[in-house]
């Protein structure tokens, strides 16, 4: 399956394309879904793109993730009824 940028942006509900320190001081928001510890390092850009509920969703951008190399931890926002969101590198934007 080819999954694209664009198929990407059109699966997230919501996204915070910079993990700025609004964000790093508010992780304990985060549920790890597979459980362990959430660690972001401040030293890497990272991303924050939300998917609702729809494990469909996560599971279309988990395989579009891995594809182009990309690492991401895939939480719970406990603050959004325990929508899904993964972390990860910005993808960019979507090509039109």
């Not at 509900?13 to 390092?41: A, I």
């Not at 890497?44 to 793109?49: G, H, L, P, V, W």
């Not at 990309?70 to 939480?75: D, K, P, T």
């Amino acid at each position: 399956m080819n999954i694209t940028k664009k198929d990407f942006h059109r699966l997230r509900t919501n996204s915070s394309t910079t993990l700025d320190q609004k964000w790093t001081n508010n992780l304990s928001r985060f549920v790890l879904v597979d459980g362990g510890k959430l660690e972001v390092d401040p030293n890497y850009n990272r991303a924050i793109y939300w998917f609702g509920n729809n494990y469909a969703n996560v599971l279309l951008a988990k395989a579009f993730l891995e594809g182009k190399g990309h690492s991401f931890q895939l939480v719970k926002d406990t603050e959004m009824g325990g929508a899904y969101a993964v972390i990860t590198e910005p993808v960019g934007a979507a090509e039109e």
